[in-house]
């Protein structure tokens, strides 16, 4: 039965599961329940906006998010699905939060028309390794001598799937059912879960192949290909920044100097990670990888990745 079914966290099938408005009443109970909205704050409908944003300077990156809806109140909700630990994750979630605040406001407009924006990102990684205790993490702007909540206009909650271990005869709440369905969709016990709540069952049956077009497919293992990609891409990232530790580690050491010990760090560490992804960009680029994706994925603007891809693999500084 489950092979049936697809990843609700590829990119394609999460934005196809919450960012279509024939499903509005899925990611309205998905938000619900994961930020706990009662009262005159309980969402009751949703716009879905363009999750397309587009750089109004020409020196500024188009930014796509996976999901971005407007509650009846006018708060936007942006909704992501980070599959990959892509370095800067948490400055890009903060750079859209931003954006999105910003899209709607047009010149002349008044400040007082500026609405509240929630980042929601739930990671297939761990993005907060001191957190140990804790899936799910929110974060505001407080006052930090009196820890008052004046400004409130932004909101960050991470949720990190790896760190939700409950085992399903625990799960107590809705928003716990979602997580459950997020992280265990190929396994038979989710089919419990499908019993308890309509609109979880209602999402998994967007994730039946059958109800996909042959092009969906396509562009399905695409996303899938590059999840893989970013990973490997990631842990490269990260294996440099290791060796990059170790070897400055060293030239401070023998350069017996405080200062020595710090220019070696930093020089090894820069030399090492820039390295390690030049590899790993020659590796996608061999692999069918276009240039753009590999441009919006790593540190490198498209034109390095040209330059590497018509190169030996060493573009100028």
């Known amino acids: 039965m489950f092979g049936r079914y697809l990843n609700p966290k590829n990119d394609l099938a999460f934005k196809k599961i919450f960012g279509s408005s024939q ?11 994961v930020f706990n909205l009662e009262g005159s704050e309980r969402i009751v409908d949703l716009k879905f906006l363009n999750p397309r944003q587009p750089a109004k300077i020409a020196s500024r990156k188009e930014s796509i998010v996976d999901v971005l809806v407007k509650d009846q109140n006018g708060a936007r909700y942006v909704i992501e699905m980070q599959v990959a630990n892509r370095p800067g994750f948490e400055k ?11 899209e709607h406001c047009n010149a002349g407009d008044k400040y007082g028309k500026l609405t509240k924006v929630i980042f929601l990102a739930i990671t297939d990684y761990i993005a907060f390794p001191k957190k140990n205790d804790r899936y799910k993490s929110d974060h505001v702007l407080l006052d930090k001598k009196s820890h008052e909540h004046d400004l409130k206009d932004f909101h960050f909650t991470f949720v990190e799937l790896p760190k939700f271990n409950k085992k399903l005869n625990e799960i107590e709440t809705i928003e716990e059912k979602w997580y459950y369905f997020l ?13 308890q709540h309509p609109q979880i069952a209602e999402a998994y049956e967007i994730l039946e192949r059958h109800h996909w077009t042959e092009d969906e497919l ?9 999840g893989m990609d970013d990973r490997t891409f990631a842990d490269w990232i990260q294996n440099a920044e290791k060796r990059a530790l170790e070897k400055g580690l060293k030239e401070g050491r023998e350069a017996g100097l405080e200062e020595g010990r710090e220019a070696g760090l930093e020089a090894g560490r820069e030399e090492g990670k820039r390295e390690g992804a030049i ?4 590796r996608l680029l061999k692999n069918g990888q276009s240039p753009e994706v590999i441009a919006e994925i790593s540190d490198f603007n498209l034109a390095e990745v040209y330059q590497i891809m018509n190169s030996d693999g060493s573009p100028s500084s």
């Not at 969709?185 to 499908?194: C, F, Q, R, Y």
């Not at 396509?218 to 590059?226: A, D, I, L, P, V």
């Open 279 to 282: 590899k790993i960009i020659e």
């Open 23 to 33: 499903h509005k009443d899925i990611p309205i109970d998905f938000l619900n329940a």
């Open 218 to 226: 396509r562009w399905y293992s695409g996303f899938e290909k590059k």
């Open 92 to 102: 890009r979630a903060q750079y859209y939060a931003a954006k999105t605040y910003l």
């Open 183 to 195: 992280k265990h969709s190929n396994d038979a016990s989710v089919e419990e879960i499908l019993k």
